[in-house]
T-cell receptor
């Protein structure tokens, strides 16, 4: 079984620039999550999808962050414009039962 | 407000000895607890879990203990091996929150050969 795929693995941008992250979950997993992990912290939920519907986006900073999962499979998380404080690892996960399976993450550095 | 806490940021253990990682939580509604292991430049990997109706779950060298009255769980690794060196995250699932996971801040385990 292939794992959760994320790209790019690393991204360096200047502040105020846009950036996008892509995630392909494990086949058959209908629930998809985006997390942000700051240095020295645990992952924090940004948004949860059930198929193509965003059912929990209460922690997503909607002024600059957006996400989509148009066909209920892969998903894109976008930041526009990026700020210095957005530097973090962005993790995607999909769920089977009560267990979540994580991708390798995208490490974003905003200069 | 941190609902899941791991108060030890790091732990060093000799190879072959027992590693004990601790986790405390505040939300009594959590009904499922998980431990994840994370190597550098990789995503967290599921290690072991326990339901709130149990007080112990064992899988090979890994055992998780749950004390609901104290809102405390621990992960025991026996015997510890150098390959166990990683960051360990405790996570809790909230059924009222559609089983979203709440993570602790992690404990970095170093197993010394």
């Amino acid at each position: 079984e292939a794992g959760v795929v994320q790209s790019p693995r690393y991204k360096i941008i200047e502040k105020k620039q846009p950036v996008a992250f892509w995630c392909n979950p494990i086949s058959g997993h209908n629930t998809l999550y985006w997390y942000r992990q700051n240095l020295g912290q645990g992952p924090e939920l940004l948004i949860r999808y059930e198929n193509e519907e965003a059912v929990d986006d209460s922690q997503l900073p909607k002024d600059r962050f957006s996400a989509e999962r148009l066909k209920g499979v892969d998903s894109t998380l976008k930041i526009q414009p990026a700020e210095l404080g957005d530097s973090a690892v962005y993790l995607c996960a999909s769920r089977r039962g009560l267990e979540q399976f994580f991708g390798p993450g995208t490490r974003l550095t905003v200069l | 407000d941190q609902q899941v806490k791991q108060n030890s940021p790091s732990l060093s253990v000799q190879e072959g000895r027992i590693s004990i990682l601790n986790c405390d939580y505040t939300n009594s509604m959590f009904d499922y607890f998980l431990w994840y292991k994370k190597y550098p430049a990789e995503g967290p990997t599921f290690l072991i879990s326990i339901s709130s109706i149990k007080d112990k779950n064992e899988d090979g060298r890994f055992t998780v203990f749950l004390n609901k009255s104290a809102k405390h769980l621990s992960l025991h690794i026996v015997p510890s091996q150098p390959g166990d060196s990683a960051v360990y995250f405790c996570a809790a699932s909230d059924p009222a929150g559609a089983n979203n996971l709440f993570f602790g801040t992690g404990t970095r385990l170093t197993v010394i050969p």
